[in-house]
């Protein structure tokens, strides 16, 4: 009755729609499949105050340093246009009780709908415009407030406040560009603690603070382009000077579909990194799942007629021995067994690496029913040593035919009703194809699902706020102030002559700027500056040795003092290290701590007569090609500051072939 090897079905499923992994992956796969992709990149702003209050922005709380708790039940509300959203439908079925950890110096009774809101955060709108005009996007006239539902509970009031700020724009990658659909300013969210069974625990530190979302047309047809976008995004933003970093400040959603698929939603992914693995997986996701519908569509003949049937297993039903049945059962729970007409094959069908369709079940039990996994077992498992010999006696039971598949599934009495509904409402959604929703990240480049895709009909005005009108005044202030390109900063780079494994993290910490001002203020190099900040002081800044509250321009005043003592720039690699470490050093001192000491050329090239006798006690191979890098050794502390070095290096060689 069961399908006798699912693990050979998966392998077979996954040569089936040809599926590649991202290392393999080349331009005609993406083709193939009809890959499409877009991005909606949130960053929050460098503001003190949050975005409709006053409390304080970017002070962040331990899980348990709160005064108060606020609990909540969510329900849906109906939009402008009298209709509820999906998404806050789902939400409501979830019956989630929702609780708000509050810490008193970073919440106030705006957080928790008690008060309206302030007036807009004046320094936050005046960033986004910025950001928008450094984008190059059509300022809108007049700022609109619109509240968005959000029933999962990240938001105590229900709704997020946001606004849009501009339309249309386009970003100029290395090979193509890309189009821009908007930029909004909007509240960020709670930051959540747990989320198990009918419970939801979020604290509220981050919850209003100002950021922007910047949202991108579905234009990248590969995953490296959609990675590239949201670098260009990041390096923009970054670029004024007025965005928030660290973990968390920015967080990209990444839409993606394939050929006859639909829009799925990858929310929050915290590392740009991940975006390629998880873009690719969730293509090839929607591509098995259209394989899928049509294997469904072939096996079925009026899918709208189809429905599953279901029998409560009880504590008498002795010939179910498993464990995991068992165990509910002894906990109060109830079990159900269900069979699904011409489903064999289906439940084991590839999705991603390592997952298959019953994965999709599983997922939405969890999200929707709120039953914890594991949460249900079926007749096609692949998972080595999980396959078990219940599910032909079980199709007997269930009367099952030769084409069906059977779930056993268990949890709570009050929510096996919803759970069934999932198990059933998914199955048909699989008759369609692609369903829309919005799927979690994972490090290793799957997804799950999380919820419902949100439409538009979570939409409408926000009636506590005025609109608020964008001057001609402002607009001009602030495009006087507007940062260099992004593409205009990687020509820099490249006219410089830096190493391009130095681009990414000079742009990514808005540095190349420094540079230049380092080179035209002090008439460094900017090769020998750019290299010291993004190979050296990179080194130490990756291995934790720069002191909390460090500040970039300390690195202007380090070559300031060198310029002041007429020192060149390679003496900055002898400062650095203790230089960053300390809260207010004192170059001057860390130097002569080196022992450091200038010196003459007439000098370097006396004392290199004198010692180069000395080589012979340390060449123990008698060869002495190597006496000229020796005594480059001995005197480069008493050289890097008055000359350069291939100039001692020549002074040495001349001394060198008199003596021979």
Known sequence: MSITDPR?????????????????????????IGFKSGLEIHQQLRTKSKLFCRCPAGIYHDDNDYDAEVIRHMRPTLSEMGVYDGTALMEFRTRKEITYRINNETACTYEVDDTPPFHIDHDALEIAISIALAAKMNIVGEVHITRKQYLDGSIPTGFQRSAIISVEGELQLK????????????????????DIGHKRIY???????PLIETVTYPDCLTPDELAETAEYIRFLNRSTGKVRTGMGAAREDVNVSCEGGSRAEIKGVAHIRWIPELSHNEA??????????????????????????????TEKEQMFHFAPVRAALDRGEKAMALNLPGCRGILSHFTQPGRIFADELSDRLKV?????????????????????NLFPELAIWLSAAPDDAQIILWGPAEDIPTAIETVEERIRLAFEGVPNETRKA??????????????????????DSQPIPVTTDMLDRLGRHQPVDVARRFLQMKEWNLPEDTWHYLLSKNLVGLIERIGNDLGFDY???????????????????????????????????????NLLAPVARIILPAAVTQASPDFRRILEGKGFRRATMDELKGEAREIAPRFTEVCYNGNMAGMEDWLMGQLHMKAIGSFRLSDVRKAISEILEVRD
């Open 284 to 313: 090839f996701r929607q591509y098995a799942l259209l394989n899928i519908r049509a294997k469904l569509q072939e096996k079925i003949g009026d899918p709208p007629a189809w429905s599953l049937k279901s029998r409560e297993i």
């Open 203 to 209: 604290k509220t530190d981050r919850l209003g603070m």
């Open 368 to 388: 929707i029913a709120c039953i914890e996994k594991p949460n249900m077992t079926h007749s096609e498992e692949i998972a080595e040593g999980n396959f078990n």
């Open 175 to 194: 090979n193509k560009k890309v189009r821009l659909i908007q930029l909004s300013l909007e509240e960020d969210s709670c930051r959540e603690v747990s």
């Open 8 to 32: 050979k079905n998966y392998e077979e499923t996954r040569e089936e729609i040809g599926y590649v992994t991202r290392k393999e992956a080349t331009l005609n796969d993406y083709k193939r």
């Open 527 to 565: 090769r020998e500056v750019g290299i010291m900040i993004g190979h050296r002081f990179r080194s130490l800044e990756g291995r934790g040795r720069v002191v909390q509250g460090f500040s970039y321009e300390r690195l202007y005043d380090l070559f300031a003092f060198l310029k002041e003592e």
């Open 442 to 463: 994972f490090k290793d480049g799957t997804t799950m699902f999380e919820r419902v895709l949100p439409g538009r009909d979570r939409m409408y005005p926000d009636t």
